[in-house]
């Protein structure tokens, strides 16, 4: 039986969670590093004792079980924040953390972060407001796969796609960043067989289309019915 997923989270500056004022706070206790492509953050098992910025580039969040499924569970970028919540707790990751381009991260130790809590309780409160935030983002990605199976499963990810790296393309929506169905397959937990025939089956009935290597959204309300879509803010439906 696999181990059990504990929660990683992200941030996108453009939520507000945080103040400019606390996120320089922030700013002030975080040291820079630079990271090569292919490389781990941390592997799981290793001590959750540090959180995470990305200034540029991308980090993906994976967990595998005992059989060796590899499971997608978030692709952070440039102006997210993430890290496991009970970080602050002496806890262990659960999950590893590799490096997908060359990138620049802010690393923020646990400790130091606690103590600033302490100094300033309005930003501990903006800080609980995060963490609110992202259950709610690991609560809906639960529920694609949980409840609609994995048809809605796809339409979901393809619709979390499109607030992530989507771009107009006359009437339709352009998702600017090549996956591989495999990389899709490891998003939504199945076989790279079944998300070649799930979407296929979209082609078919001409939801969704592909150009040059690149997927093409074409009916937008078509996927969202689907996977019964709760029109959740693009700070909870994204990557």
Same mark, same amino acid.
């Given at each position: 039986?696999?181990?059990?997923?504990?929660?990683?989270?992200? $941030?996108?500056?453009?939520?507000?969670?945080?103040?400019?004022?606390?996120?320089?706070?922030?700013?002030?206790?975080?040291?820079?590093?630079?990271?090569?492509? &292919?490389?781990? $953050?941390?592997?799981?098992?290793?001590?959750?004792?540090?959180?995470?910025?990305?200034?540029? &580039?991308?980090?993906?969040?994976?967990?595998?079980?005992?059989?060796? *499924?590899?499971?997608?569970?978030?692709?952070?970028?440039?102006?997210?924040?993430?890290?496991?919540?009970?970080?602050?707790?002496?806890?262990?990751?659960?999950?590893?953390?590799?490096?997908?381009?060359?990138?620049?991260?802010?690393?923020?130790?646990?400790?130091?972060?606690?103590?600033?809590?302490?100094?300033?309780?309005?930003?501990?409160?903006?800080?609980?407001?995060?963490?609110?935030?992202?259950?709610?983002?690991?609560?809906?990605?639960?529920?694609?796969?949980?409840?609609?199976?994995?048809?809605?499963?796809?339409?979901?990810?393809?619709?979390?796609?499109?607030?992530?790296?989507?771009?107009?393309?006359?009437?339709?929506?352009?998702?600017?960043?090549?996956?591989?169905?495999?990389?899709?397959?490891?998003?939504?937990?199945?076989?790279?067989?079944?998300?070649?025939?799930?979407?296929?089956?979209? *082609? *078919?009935?001409?939801?969704? &289309?592909?150009?040059? &290597?690149? $997927?093409?959204?074409?009916?937008?309300?078509?996927?969202?019915?689907?996977?019964?879509?709760?029109?959740?803010?693009?700070?909870?439906?994204?990557?």
């Amino acid at each position: 039986m696999a181990k059990s997923i504990q929660t990683e989270v992200s $941030l996108n500056r453009n939520t507000e969670v945080f103040s400019e004022e606390n996120f320089k706070l922030l700013e002030q206790i975080m040291y820079e590093s630079k990271f090569a492509a &292919g490389t781990h $953050l941390y592997w799981e098992g290793d001590s959750s004792d540090k959180f995470y910025f990305v200034k540029s &580039g991308s980090v993906k969040i994976t967990k595998s079980n005992d059989e060796g *499924k590899l499971f997608i569970l978030y692709m952070h970028h440039d102006g997210d924040l993430f890290g496991q919540i009970d970080g602050l707790q002496g806890s262990t990751h659960s999950n590893n953390a590799e490096v997908l381009e060359d990138s620049v991260i802010g690393v923020i130790q646990s400790k130091d972060l606690e103590i600033l809590m302490w100094q300033h309780g309005n930003l501990a409160v903006e800080f609980m407001k995060w963490m609110g935030l992202m259950h709610r983002l690991t609560q809906t990605k639960l529920r694609d796969l949980m409840m609609f199976g994995k048809p809605g499963a796809l339409c979901s990810m393809l619709i979390r796609l499109s607030n992530t790296y989507g771009a107009p393309h006359g009437k339709n929506i352009l998702i600017t960043k090549k996956l591989t169905n495999n990389d899709m397959a490891d998003m939504i937990g199945a076989t790279r067989e079944s998300v070649n025939r799930m979407l296929s089956d979209l *082609k *078919k009935d001409d939801i969704i &289309g592909q150009e040059n &290597g690149y $997927l093409v959204l074409k009916n937008m309300d078509a996927l969202r019915e689907i996977c019964q879509c709760e029109n959740c803010p693009t700070n909870i439906c994204r990557i």
